[in-house]
């Protein structure tokens, strides 16, 4: 069966990395959670996309200017009259305990350099003794090599947007038990090709139904979309 990843949360339908976003894909009947990690100014693992906080908050400046606790202070920009704030991995991580939800952690390590990130999240992943639940996905392929290194038990999954000729040897080159393709750079047959080689295809982010349709029925490993209930509805009827 294709697992379904809600990306950043339920996307689609409530604001990108928050709580409420994870707490609705939990709801919609999503197998998994995808969010965006990176440090704040006092080394803080914060749930964010950007790298600065102007498009999603009533902030404006870099994630890596501000204190977790100043970060604490903005809203995140909602259409509903609910106070949202910017969550910490450790808060997402406390409210995993309640759930069985995978979480696939992209490290946001392509633009900005966050000194030990890949450290704080395996730590992080350890103390919560979530290793088997985890995924860890990066545009950034030394980002998720240094965690491999440093815990060969958490999966690694690149990400990328390119079209990958034999993306399965590449993913088994630095250790990848996936990949995480765009979902317009991914055909049927690479996709059959490295589920047959043992690697896992997750593309991103999947959200018309006719791409639903068509990766359902080639029962591809797992989606990444913004629309988890729309995606968990196809599923049923489509396999």
């Known amino acids: 069966m294709t697992l379904i990843f809600a990306h950043r949360g339920s996307a689609g339908t409530h604001p990108e990395n928050t709580m409420a976003a994870y707490v609705e894909a939990e709801r ?3 197998d998994g959670i995808e969010l965006d990690v990176q440090l704040s100014k006092d080394g803080q693992l914060v749930v964010i996309h950007d790298e600065t906080i ?5 902030g404006k400046g870099y994630v890596k200017d501000y204190t977790l606790n100043e970060l604490k202070r903005f809203n995140i920009l909602t259409k509903q009259q609910h106070i949202l704030k910017i969550p910490t991995l450790e808060e997402v991580f406390d409210w995993l305990k309640t759930n ?21 999240v395996i730590a ?21 090599i240094q965690c491999y290194r440093l815990a060969p038990e958490v999966e ?18 630095i250790q990848a038990k996936g990949i995480h393709p765009n979902v317009k750079t991914i055909n049927d047959a690479l996709i059959q090709a490295s589920m047959e ?24 490993s797992a989606i990444i979309t913004d629309y988890p209930e729309k995606a968990v509805t196809l599923r049923r009827k489509h396999t």
């Open 54 to 58: 102007n498009r999603t908050t009533n």
């Open 124 to 144: 992080l992943i350890k103390r919560y003794h979530f290793e088997d639940r985890m995924l860890i996905s990066s545009f950034n392929h030394y980002s998720i």
């Open 100 to 120: 069985d939800l995978y979480c696939n952690i992209e490290l946001k390590t392509s633009k900005i350099r966050y000194d030990f990130i890949e450290e704080k």
């Open 156 to 173: 690694i999954a690149p990400l990328y947007s390119e079209v990958l000729f034999m993306p399965w040897v590449y993913a088994k080159s």
């Open 197 to 220: 080689n043992g690697i896992a295809v997750r593309p991103y982010t999947v959200d018309k139904e006719e791409d639903m349709k068509r990766l359902f029925k080639l029962q591809c």
């Open 28 to 30: 919609a009947g999503a």
